[in-house]
């Protein structure tokens, strides 16, 4: 097993420019089952997670093939709509299969899916969407069994927001005839772009990042070249080291106003932030100030995959920090690894008070998830010591090569 070993201290001085969205990938994928012909994906990072979901679709009798940092995938002829368990385990975006190959194929049995654990994270949203557009769903043996035969366009009212089931369902009503309304979408930026791969490929979907999507259900979508949109949690991970280290950072190819509540939470803190076209320039001179509180929720409020990496920053940031995690109930993993390094901090159930230290310590720690172990990565950064992360493999499902790009940076850190 892989472990990173940290040498903390460095500030932080260069330029680094931000992958393409992980969050929006992995839809983008799935959503291949519904095309006949060939995709061309640009600027791909080979995160674990992307491809664990090749492996899926490789199953299904389609065909993935890498040109340097391409990605092109030809669905024009699935051989089956089964994804087993064994591979169904390995991520948690394998549940986006089912909306599409129950549309393209109108049957469809997929294992339950694993992923990080951070929580139970229900799909009973994306069975009920299923059932909503005349699915019957069929839940048995650790299986879920869709017949489609008899799906046509209606409406489907989410109970909550969730990114997973509104791009699920998008996808499931893309290929079924009639008008279909989703009502309490999630609006993150991953979403819209899911619109905007589908409706280039012959889709016609309405008004993604609103609260209400419209999809017109159409006969046949084709292949393109598209590229997602940039990965706004890599970019905020970032922006948070920069801040932890000190130094200044020239971030290429961010949205910020997709990190904008981060940017505005640290406007308090010596650091001087400038945004121009698709940079951002982050210039931090001083310890940090504390947030003082911070909640979790769906966009466009603050994120939940960036509550770890803040929480690293609070624990060297002056002040009190009171931090509540609304939308996971087990996303609180990594404090005992911090607090193994120095971290002051105390919690019960989903919320937790963190007093911040002028220093941290290294130490040997493990990541238990793949948001959780990139806050211990940004802990052994500005840690007095050496820090040793085991369990790598979570953080490597949304972080390509993040040892060599954080040297690029001045920063020491290997994988050894």
């Known amino acids: 097993m892989a472990k990173f070993f940290i040498n903390g201290g460095k500030k932080i001085e260069g330029e680094i420019e931000v992958e393409s969205a992980k969050n929006a990938l992995l839809p983008i994928l799935s959503a291949c089952n519904l095309i006949d012909g060939k995709v061309r994906l640009k600027k791909v990072p080979k995160f674990l997670d992307v491809l664990a979901m090749c492996d899926i679709l490789n199953y299904l009798g389609g065909k993935t093939l890498w040109e340097e940092d391409d990605l092109i995938i030809d669905m024009s002829s699935p051989k089956c709509g089964d994804v087993p368990n064994s591979l169904a385990d390995k991520v948690r975006a394998s549940i986006f299969m ?59 009212i989410l109970n909550f927001p969730s990114v997973g089931a509104t791009e699920n369902i998008m996808m499931a009503a893309v290929l079924t005839k009639g ?9 993150e930026p991953e979403v819209v772009d899911l619109q905007n791969f589908l409706n ?26 598209y590229q997602t949109i940039p990965d706004r949690i890599i970019a905020g991970t970032y922006i948070i080291a920069c801040a932890m280290c000190g130094g200044k950072l020239t971030i ?43 909640e979790t929720a769906v966009y466009p409020g603050f994120p939940t995959d960036l509550q770890a990496q803040t929480m690293a920053l609070q624990c060297v940031s002056e002040g009190t920090c009171m931090i509540v995690e609304n939308l996971f109930e087990s996303r609180f993993k990594h404090i005992p690894e911090l607090i193994k390094m120095g971290g002051d901090i105390s919690f019960r159930d989903r919320v937790c008070v ?53 040297t690029s940076l001045g920063l020491n850190i290997k994988r050894i």
């Open 354 to 406: 963190v007093r911040g230290r002028d220093k941290l310590y290294g130490a040997d720690v493990w990541a238990s998830d793949l948001r959780g172990g990139a806050s211990l990565v940004l802990a052994g950064l500005v840690a007095e010591g050496y820090t040793t992360i085991s369990n790598i493999e979570l953080i490597d499902r949304g972080y390509f090569k993040l040892e060599e790009k954080l």
């Open 98 to 156: 089912l909306g599409p190959i129950l549309a393209r194929q109108k049957k469809v049995k997929i294992a339950y899916p694993g992923g990080c654990d951070i929580g139970l994270r229900p799909i009973d949203l994306h069975l009920s969407g299923m059932r909503a557009l005349g699915a019957k769903v069929v839940e048995k043996n650790g299986y879920i069994y869709c017949d489609g035969s008899n799906m046509k366009g209606g409406d489907v």
């Open 200 to 225: 280039a490929c012959g889709a016609k979907v309405y008004n993604a990042g609103c609260s209400v999507i419209e999809i017109e259900g159409v006969d046949k979508l084709t292949g393109i070249e």
């Open 252 to 294: 290429k190819g961010a949205i910020a106003q997709e990190n904008q509540v981060l940017l505005s939470k640290l406007s308090n803190s010596p650091c001087i932030i400038d945004v121009k076209d698709d940079k951002i320039k982050v210039k931090s001179y001083g310890r940090p100030k504390s947030f003082g509180e911070l």
């Open 179 to 187: 008008k279909t309304r989703i009502y309490n979408c999630a609006k």
